[in-house]
C-alpha cells in the first residue's frame, strides 16, 4: 500500500494544474477520513489560495457542529511566506496548515517550531505530509493510543507537528515505556493537542495500562465521563482482542459504565467478530433494553459436540447473548424490533405457572374457544395469579395465553415486562437491565425448555462453563456435567 507522501507526490505529477489539485484533493479528504472516520470533508475547489481553504472537516450537527479548515502549501516555507505562521497569534483561528512537500529542510522546520511554542494557547495547525505518514500503524492490530493520537491530529491538534515529534507520540506496542519515553509522549501530548483532546488520550492510555495490569486499578476510570464515539471505536475492540488482557470483574464493569447500549448498536460493525462477554457481563446490571427476542440456534439443534459456552456477540446490529440452544437479541429501541407475527403456539397457564412464581403478574391475556378473557391489576403491586387460576378452574374453557405481563424491580427500577409467546419476545415499559430481561426470557418465554442456573450465571458472570466436571462442581456447588438441555424441539 502507497504512503501518504507517495499518493501525494502522484497526485502533483501532472502539467495540468487544476488537474493536480483535484487530484491532491482527493487524497487529503481520503487521508483525513482515515486519521478521523467519524470526520466529513468537503472540498471547497480552491487550491492553495491565501485565505480560502482547500477542505473543511466537519463533525456532529446542530448545536454540537464543529468544523476545522484545511489550507494547503507546497512547503513550509512557502506558507510561512504567505503569513500563516502569523496567525499563531489568534487563539480563535482553529486552522490546520499542511505542507504537501515529501522533505523539509531541518532550518525551517526549526522557525515554525519556534514560532509555535511562542503561542502555546493557539489553535493553529502547522503539519506536514511526512509527519502524518509516520503516524500510520506498522501492522494490522490496533493501538488504541496511536488510533486516538491520530484521529486527534484532525479536530484537536495546534502548534507544529513535525517528524521528530511524532516519534514522541508512537509508543511502543508491548507498553514496556521506559519513564524517559513516558515523560516525553506526554510533554509532547500536551504541547499538540488541545486540552480536552490530551484528557482523552491519556484515559485511553491509563485504561490499557490497567487492562494489562496485574492488579488493575479501577478508581480513576470511575471518576471519567462516557467515552466519545473515536475513543470506543479505537479503545474496545482492542481491549477485546488483546491477549493477557485482565478478567477482572471490576475493570471491565467500569469500562461498562464508560460506555451504553446505543454505543454498541450504532457501531455493531466494529465489534462484529469479537467475543463480547468479558464486557458484556459485567455490564449486565447496567446497560438497559427495551425488548428482547428470543429465537432457537438452528445450527445447534440436534448437535452433541456444539459449542454451548454462555457468550455474548453482536449480531447484526444489535447484542445477543447465546446460551444452550436459545439465542437472546436485545434492542435499545423498541422500534428496531418489530418483525412478522411469527404464529408460534401460546402457552397453557398450568405449564406456565411454576416460571411465574417468582414475579408479581399484573396482567394475562386469556384465549378460549369460547371466550377470551383479559385480566390486569387494578394496583401496582396486586399480583393477578391467584384470580386467574380460579377463574380457569371455575369456567368451561380451554384456554391458552398469548401473553402475560410480570412487574421487576420497585422504585424508580420497577418495570413492566410483557411477554408474547407468538412472537417470543419480550417488551418492557420502561426499559430494563439486561440481566432482568435475560432472567425474563429463559424463564417466562423459555418455559418449555428451561435452562441450567449453572448456564445463565456463567452467562452473567462471564466466565463460560467450566470443562472440568470437578471444576463445574466447585464454580456453581452442584454437577453441572448434565446442565446442557437438548432443546431440539421447536416451541411451535
Known sequence: MSTFTERISAALDTTDAREAGHRVHQVVAQEMRNLDPTATAEITGYFNHSYVPDLVMQWGKGRQAFDRPIFLRHSLRSSRASGDLDNFNRNDLPAFYLSLASAEPEEETRQVR?????????????????????????TQRPDPVLGLVRASIVRNAKGAIVESDVENLVLP????????ELAAFSETVSSVFTEDAVLRINRVFGIVEQALADEPSVEALLLSGQLSETEIR??????????GVTRDRDFWTAVARLINLTDIEQMWSQFADLDLTPLASAASGLWRAKRVLMSLRSDAIGVEDFDRTPRWSAKGNLLAAEI??????????????????????PARWGDLLPSLEAYTVTAVDLR????????????????????????????????????????????????????????????????????????AALRILGYRHP?????????????????????????HG?????????NGDDPE
Open 368 to 439: 378460549g374457544l369460547q371466550t377470551r378473557s383479559q385480566y390486569g391489576a387494578q394496583e401496582s403491586t396486586q399480583d393477578m395469579k391467584q384470580r386467574v387460576e380460579a377463574f380457569i378452574r371455575t369456567a368451561d374453557d380451554s384456554f391458552h395465553l398469548p401473553s402475560v405481563t410480570v412487574a421487576t424491580g420497585v422504585g424508580d427500577e420497577r418495570s413492566e415486562i410483557t411477554a408474547n409467546f407468538t412472537e417470543m419476545m419480550l417488551d418492557a415499559k420502561p426499559d430494563s437491565d439486561l440481566e432482568t430481561l435475560a432472567r
Open 114 to 138: 519556534a514560532q509555535a511554542n511562542e503561542h502555546r494557547g493557539s489553535r493553529v495547525l502547522v503539519t506536514t505530509v511526512p509527519a502524518l505518514d509516520d503516524l500510520t500503524p506498522t
Open 173 to 180: 506496542r508491548d507498553r514496556q515505556i521506559e519513564q524517559r
Open 451 to 475: 435452562t441450567a442456573e449453572a448456564d445463565l450465571t456463567a452467562l452473567l458472570a462471564g466466565t463460560g462453563l467450566p470443562q472440568d466436571e470437578h471444576e463445574a462442581k466447585e464454580a
Open 234 to 243: 479505537e479503545l474496545v475492540p482492542y481491549l477485546l482482542s488483546l491477549q
Open 324 to 345: 444452550g440452544d436459545w439465542r437472546l437479541t436485545f434492542a435499545n429501541k423498541a422500534q428496531k424490533m418489530k418483525i412478522a407475527n411469527r404464529d408460534l403456539t
Open 478 to 486: 452442584e454437577n453441572v456435567s448434565d446442565d446442557h438441555t437438548e
